[in-house]
């Protein structure tokens, strides 16, 4: 091969062997990790302002598995996604559902946990004794009792206002299966609950642990109220939210997670927090 046939050879040889070096890897030894604190048992505040529960326990152990030293900052829920496409930290831990909608502009490692989500009115409303026909409904794949307390709700709920926080599953739950109620929607569901026992609301629609850490905080002011709802529009379970660009670190949290699993620390984390397990199995 001439002298001029070698170098448009490797010329064109170039590229591919660009294409076929791998990327630099990111320094992963410090990692920045956003909670909202405002969702106990799964994130909240002590009265000094530091980040406790659930997530902030399971986050501090799974950093120690990865042996990161790991920040972890109190964010507001309406700008955690868009805070984190910006570089503003590396992943989100606060009750943050895996659906459809939020895999197209992001990924997630995990899920960690799930549970059901629930409704819940004041004590003396007409609406805590409506009886439903079932007590838990899959959306996914609801069964005739799970279709027929779905339509109940829908009658009973026809015409009521609801409180939601923005931006939630539970705002897409009310969006998709409540045509007939008037929504508000607030920052916070303890904001939301504020107006529940206010009158100015209904009810109010959450996860079940959050919804009945507020019913505990107002002495049995407030109930549940209708069946818990899983899956479909809900999601399928809290994941740690991440940039899709950085596979290696969703790599390094599905290790650690998958070892805290197996080990037992989430479900101990899990009673700890809630008083039963919220662990993926």
Known sequence: MNNTLLALAF??????????QPAEAKDWSKIRIASEGAYAPWNGMDPSGK?????IDLAQSLCKRMQADCEIVAQDWDGMIPALQQGKYDAIMAAMSITDERKAVMDFAGPY????????????????????????VNLSAPDATGEAALAELVKAL?????????????????????????????????????????????????????????????????????????????GDGF??????????????FNDALAAATADGTVSKLSLQHFGYDVSVK
């Open 11 to 20: 010329g064109a040889l170039l590229p591919c062997l660009a294409l076929s």
């Open 239 to 252: 994941g740690i939210g991440l940039r899709k660009a950085d596979a290696d670190l969703k790599a390094k």
């Open 158 to 234: 026809k015409g009521k206002s609801i409180g939601v926080q923005t931006s939630t599953i539970q705002a897409n739950f009310v969006d998709k299966y409540l045509p007939d109620v008037s929504v508000r929607t607030y920052d916070k569901l303890d904001s939301a609950s504020i107006d529940l026992l206010a009158g100015r609301v209904d009810a109010i629609l959450g996860d079940r642990s959050v919804i009945e850490a507020l019913g505990a905080s107002q002495g049995g002011k407030m109930v549940q109220f209708g069946p818990d709802f899983v899956r479909g529009v809900l």
């Open 113 to 136: 946990g799930t549970e059901p989500s629930a409704f819940s009115v004041l004590a003396d409303s007409p609406l805590g004794q409506v009886v439903f026909a079932s007590k838990r």
């Open 51 to 55: 980040l406790i529960g659930f997530e």
